[in-house]
């Protein structure tokens, strides 16, 4: 069966550093994999998404990136973070036949 | 992108039927209608998946009218442990690789 990891669980970084965030998955091959921010009390935004090995889309512009060094590993980064970072940080990956997403544990992330 | 309105918030008791309908008047033709459900602090959870007429599963039913400018999910029975934010999305179809935007969604509180 699949299984999709995200670490760190929660993290508290100050404002002006960096940041790393991995998410893998287990059991399938080739997936698409994405990126989601969750703010406080509202909807999921979608930052990246990947459809394999080093191609990544960018939703929306912002201080964040987003690297597919391989198949079943998606990392988020950040040079230098914002108060504006902090939030739940969601890895999500889909594969055939392609009709739902399946959602990692999410990284908790608090800026101050 | 269709976007989709849904109510805010609703609240249900339990043991009744639930039905929470989504709104998307400008849904493309290739768009299909899909229900995740999210408890707090977790990533959401696929429901249901549909494109015309009316889907169920174990879980849940979706009815789409024949105009598709509307979807109704429907929860039988609800239960305590279905109080959680229900979220419509419009797009795909199930094999492109870009992701729908999660809106607000809609809060759902089952009371005793």
């Known amino acids: ?112 | 992108l269709a976007k989709t309105t849904q109510p805010i918030s609703m609240d249900s008791y339990e043991g009744q039927e639930v039905n929470i309908t989504c709104s998307h008047n400008n849904i493309a033709t290739n768009d299909y209608i899909t229900w995740y459900q999210q408890f707090p602090s977790q990533g959401p959870r696929f429901i249901i998946q549909g494109y015309k007429t009316k889907v169920t599963n174990e879980v849940a039913s979706l009815f789409i009218p024949a105009d598709r400018k509307s979807s109704t999910l429907s929860l039988p029975r609800v239960s305590l442990s279905d109080t959680a934010v229900y979220y419509c999305l419009v797009g795909g179809p199930p094999g492109s690789a870009r992701q729908l935007t999660f809106g607000s969604g809609t809060q759902l509180t089952v009371l005793p």
């Open chain 1, 1 to 112: 069966s699949q299984t999709i990891h995200q670490w760190p669980a929660t993290l508290v970084q100050p404002v002006g550093s960096p940041l790393s965030l991995e998410c893998t998955v287990e059991g399938t091959s080739n997936p698409n994999l994405y990126w989601y921010r969750q703010a406080a009390g509202r909807g999921l935004q979608l930052l990246f998404y990947s459809v394999g090995i080093g191609q990544i889309s960018s939703e929306v512009p912002q201080n964040l990136s987003a690297s597919r060094p391989q198949d079943r590993q998606f990392i988020l980064s950040s040079k230098k973070l914002l108060l504006s970072d902090s939030g739940f940080y969601l890895c999500a990956w889909r594969g055939a036949p392609y009709n739902e997403q399946f959602f990692g544990p999410g990284t908790r992330l608090t800026v101050l």
